[in-house]
């Protein structure tokens, strides 16, 4: 019997990181946006660094469906 | 067209309805927790997913070269063979729906493959190896990998947004959710849809109907896509109600990251040749999930009686496949005793389960997190304990040979 340790090691990794960086990122860009309705509310220039960031955290997140489409289409 | 028998003609027909019953098992994978969170409701939900299960049957050309994986020896199987392995698997997974537990539809369909080929050509057909390395580890892998990275994202999401307004982060989880459940019901159109489309065109192929090695034509690509997509959206209230309720209380960053990380495991596990089951991954996530808030408690028992219903997938639809393999084997009338036993047991559990009806109305109701013994006695009213299961499985088997009006008594008294 031959059990494939290294696909199955490898498959745990790649599941673990890639959902915690994932979840990491789409939980901080929440958070971004949540943080600049406060501070656009007090009118300070943070607003605008908190908004760009969470942009860029849903543009990544954007990005990995992108590549998870692309996985089951190919 | 012209020379399909109707033998093969009941089998195509027979596979499309196990199609069907995998949608509308499934649902629950990539929904159940959308469902649960409020990040939809549940008709749109189920109508999102059936979309999406139909495009995914479309998008890939590359249908399953094998429909056993290994598991079997293919080369002697014959038509009889896949009607009695599907004949197994539709029922158990008509079953498991009853008692409202998730339980893999690849594996119904393995385990009746394999109960088909015993029963055919005896324990040489099988590849026992193959067994212990294509079900049994990726079953206990599954939920490990998915509950460990949904707990640990669960943590982590919580402890980032520990400080923001719970109110105004809710939307933003909902939209997640919903995206990592659009990606799973894809793979799902995508790897099931074409689980079917392999297992038509084998039948095709061993009635030598088309050329061994050719693509599955048009009409079986549409036709699986569209019974899959029918059967998912129907939605299996039943699982998805375990699922999202059942197995824990999911609130939508949890929902996020048990979704999240189903969808990334199933997509690593099938791209880095280690495959895993859908429905085991997605539960164990969900499991992961309710583990990782603070406070998150899971429902031991309702995981136990899941996790024995996957214990049981195999042989149970092992030992229907091979009784239906027997009769299949008798001659003409055993082919149609089978047929009248798979229609006859089918509407059977589907009486049962009008009993106490489960649908988009009451999916969400909060009555099974009641301590109080309402619940309980409601909840024992429709499921049979797994063991009991296991009797009604076996009570479907000993009772074949009768008809079909006949086989519900032996059954009955264990839904009680």
């Not at chain 1, 990491?24 to 760009?52: C, D, N, P, Y």
């Not at chain 2, 029963?119 to 067994?131: F, K, L």
């Not at chain 2, 690509?221 to 998912?232: D, F, Q, R």
């Not at chain 2, 797994?386 to 479907?396: I, K, M, Q, V």
Request: with cysteine.
């Amino acid at each position: 019997m031959k059990i494939d340790w290294a696909a199955l090691g490898s498959v745990f990794g790649v599941s673990l990181v890639v959902t915690v960086a994932l979840v990491g990122l789409f939980t901080l860009g929440i958070v971004g946006l949540s943080k600049q309705e406060s501070a656009s509310a007090q009118g300070g220039g943070s607003a605008v660094l908190a908004r760009t960031g969470a942009y860029a955290c849903f543009a990544l997140c954007a990005a990995a469906v992108s590549y998870g489409i692309y996985l089951i289409v190919v | 067209m012209e020379h399909i028998t109707l033998l093969l003609a009941i089998v195509i027909v027979t596979a499309l309805v196990f199609d069907f019953t995998n949608g509308f098992h499934d649902t629950a994978n990539a929904m159940a927790t959308t469902i649960s969170t409020g990040a939809l409701k549940p008709k749109t939900a189920v109508t999102m997913s059936a979309v999406l299960n139909l495009v995914g049957a479309f998008l890939s050309v590359e249908v399953a070269k094998t429909i056993s994986g290994g598991l079997v020896n293919e080369s002697g199987i014959t038509v009889e063979v896949i009607f009695a392995a599907l004949v197994g698997a539709i029922l158990w997974n008509l079953l498991t729906w009853l008692i409202g537990l998730p339980s893999s539809s690849s594996h119904a369909l393995f385990g009746g493959l394999i109960g088909a080929t015993l029963m055919s050509v005896g324990a040489s057909g099988v590849n026992g190896d193959v067994v212990v390395t294509k079900v049994l580890l990726p079953a206990i892998a599954a939920p490990l990998v998915a509950g460990l990275a949904a707990l640990l994202a669960t943590r982590l999401t919580y402890k980032l947004a520990g400080k923001a307004d719970e109110k105004a982060t809710a939307k933003g989880y909902r939209a997640g959710q919903i995206a990592s459940a659009g990606l799973v019901s894809l793979a799902h159109g995508t790897n099931d849809a074409q689980k079917t489309m392999g297992v038509i065109t084998l039948a095709l192929v061993t009635g030598n109907v088309i050329a061994p090695g050719s693509n599955p034509p048009m009409w079986v690509i549409v036709s699986a896509g569209v019974a899959i997509a029918l059967g998912t959206y129907l939605g299996g209230w039943r699982i998805i109600r375990t699922m999202g309720k059942g197995l824990t209380d999911l609130r939508p960053p949890q929902g996020f990251a048990a979704q999240t990380s189903a969808a990334t495991v199933i997509l690593a596990s099938s791209h880095l040749g280690f495959s895993l089951s859908t429905t085991q991954s997605c539960s164990g996530a969900v499991m992961g999930a309710g583990l990782g808030r603070k406070g998150g408690v899971v429902r031991w028992s309702t995981a136990t009686r899941m996790f024995v219903a996957w214990g049981l997938t195999l042989p149970a639809a092992g030992l229907v496949a091979a009784a239906a393999e027997f009769l299949t084997g008798q001659g003409t009338w055993g082919i149609v005793a089978v047929g009248v036993l798979l229609v006859g047991g089918s509407a059977f559990i589907w009486a049962l389960s009008r009993r106490k009806p489960v649908d988009h109305t009451n999916v969400t109701d909060d009555e099974i997190g009641e301590p109080a013994g309402v619940v309980t006695t409601a909840m024992a009213a429709i499921s049979v304990p797994p063991t009991a299961g296991a009797l009604a499985a076996e009570d479907f088997k000993t009772t074949i040979p009768a008809p079909a009006g006949s086989s519900a008594e032996p059954a009955s008294p264990a839904a009680v």
